[in-house]
């Protein structure tokens, strides 16, 4: 069974631009999480996604926002771009919502703000 | 929110010793303890997990237990290989109507050939 894919590997992007990254889930997963990963503040939870409602969301800026298609893929979006988001940004699938599924990551969107 | 705590931040041994990580939380709700393994380059990976209703849990090499007293967990592997070296991370979620991992910050963990 393939794993969580994600695309594109990597970006770089000027501030003030707006940039959309996708997940797509293990094949049978109906939720999606994303987190963004920085040296400096760890591993942090975005949002989560099932049944195309976003059933989450952390502690983020309304610049980020995401949403889920009805075949489970997730996109999220990062607008007016700040060399802060420069990040590893991750996307976790999962068979239901809730925090006691198994959570399996993809190999994560590299973004480079300049 | 929770708040997952862990240590030690690196971690060095030799080759066939053994190493453990800890790992502290603070929502008594919590009811589900990942652990994820990330090498250079990669997304974290699912090495093994342990629910509050389980003490301990092993796979091969691999052992997990869990405190629910205390609010700590912990992860053991035995004889250590080279390719055991990577970024360790543990996570908690679980509680109601909080559906994200909290991970901890991480343990760089080198083994020594």
């Known amino acids: 069974k393939a794993g969580v894919t994600q695309t594109p590997r990597y970006l770089i992007k000027t501030r003030g631009q707006q940039v959309t990254l996708s997940c797509s889930p293990i094949?049978?997963?109906?939720?999606v999480s994303w987190y963004q990963q920085t040296p400096g503040q760890g591993l942090q939870f975005l949002f989560e996604?099932?049944?195309?409602?976003?059933?989450n969301k952390g502690n983020f800026p309304g610049r980020f926002s995401g949403r889920q298609f009805s075949n489970s893929r997730s996109e999220m979006n990062v607008s007016t771009l700040e060399l802060g988001d420069s990040a590893l940004y991750l996307c976790?699938?999962?068979?239901?919502?809730?925090?006691?599924?198994?959570?399996?990551f993809g190999p994560g969107t590299r973004l480079t703000v300049t | 929110g929770e708040n997952v705590e862990q240590h030690p931040s690196t971690l060095s041994v030799q080759e066939g010793d053994s190493a453990v990580i800890k790992c502290t939380y603070s929502?008594?709700?919590?009811?589900?303890f990942p652990w994820y393994k990330q090498e250079l380059g990669k997304g974290p990976q699912l090495i093994i997990d342990?629910?509050?209703?389980?003490g301990e849990k092993k796979d091969q090499r691999i052992a997990v237990t869990l405190n629910k007293t205390a609010k700590h967990f912990s992860l053991h592997i035995t004889e250590t290989q080279p390719e055991d070296s990577a970024v360790y991370f543990c996570?908690?979620?679980?509680?109601?109507?909080?559906?994200?991992?909290?991970f901890g910050a991480g343990t760089t963990v080198t083994v020594r050939a």
């Open positions: 976790a699938s999962s068979l239901a919502p809730g925090g006691s599924y198994e959570q399996y």
């Open positions: 094949s049978g997963h109906r939720s």
């Open positions: 996604y099932f049944s195309e409602t976003q059933r």
């Open positions: 929502d008594s709700a919590s009811n589900y």
């Open positions: 342990i629910r509050s209703n389980v």
């Open positions: 996570a908690a979620s679980g509680a109601p109507n909080d559906y994200k991992l909290s």
